[in-house]
């Protein structure tokens, strides 16, 4: 598979060939949609909490005796029908949401993702992207002359001054390959991949 490779002005420059089993592999929207929502709910972290009808501070007295009253028969206040009472299944703190997907399958939903990323033009490769200083004027700068404004960076190496330049534009993240996810993939409208961290994707993912 053919990827474009651009230049520091954002302009492609040529082509490079990029695995066929990473890059054009067919989009299979059901496993991609699994494995979004699997990364997406393993992330979620428990810290919800509810109280059931033992654990409400309501008296346990009856509020009214069982006959007589015309109303409705009630024994405590803390009951799940009353406003106030506890919940009948309450939300638990150490609730898990997690959801497990095969290592198989999270590898062929991400290849797909990058391969539809290919055929929608939304994937380019560039030989360096790095900035001389650890100042988001100079990154702005940069990505604005490659006329790209929404943008996830994908390198091969950790790159400190790379890092804290993107962290104040909310519209860019800088991701090594190793912390690449399927949820960063698919929201960001452009992918900026490095040819070191292309050879890693292709080590990693096939």
């Keep these: 598979m053919e990827l474009k490779l651009l230049n520091q002005e954002g302009q492609q420059a040529s082509t490079l060939q990029g695995s066929d089993g990473l890059f054009a592999r067919d989009y299979n929207e059901a496993l991609v949609h699994?494995?979004?929502?699997?990364?997406?709910?393993?992330a979620r972290s428990a810290n919800r909490a509810q109280k059931g009808r033992s654990e409400i501070a309501?008296?346990?007295?009856?509020?009214?005796?069982?006959?007589?009253?015309?109303?409705?028969?009630?024994?405590?206040?803390?009951?799940?029908?009353?406003?106030g009472g506890?919940?009948?299944?309450?939300?638990?703190?150490d609730e898990n949401f997690g959801q497990k997907?095969?290592?198989k399958m999270y590898r062929a939903g991400?290849?797909?993702i990058l391969s539809q990323l290919v055929r929608e033009d939304r994937l380019a490769i560039v030989d360096d992207f790095t900035v001389e200083a650890p100042k988001t004027k100079l990154l702005a700068q940069k990505l604005k002359g490659m006329g790209l404004e929404s943008v996830l960076v994908i390198t091969d190496q950790f790159d400190e001054n790379l890092l804290l330049s993107s962290r104040n534009l909310h519209q860019v993240l800088v991701l090594e390959v190793s912390e690449t996810d399927p949820v960063s993939l698919v929201n960001f409208?452009?992918?900026?991949?490095?040819?070191?961290?292309?050879?890693?994707?292709?080590?990693t993912w096939q």
Excluded: C, D, H
């Design 34 to 42: 699994q494995v979004v929502v699997a990364y997406m709910a393993n």
């Design 58 to 83: 309501k008296s346990t007295r009856k509020p009214w005796r069982q006959k007589g009253t015309g109303r409705a028969r009630a024994g405590m206040a803390s009951s799940p029908l009353w406003r």
């Design 86 to 93: 506890g919940r009948i299944f309450p939300n638990s703190p």
């Design 101 to 103: 997907v095969n290592r």
């Design 110 to 112: 991400v290849a797909a």
């Design 189 to 203: 409208p452009k992918v900026l991949v490095t040819k070191g961290a292309l050879a890693k994707m292709e080590e």
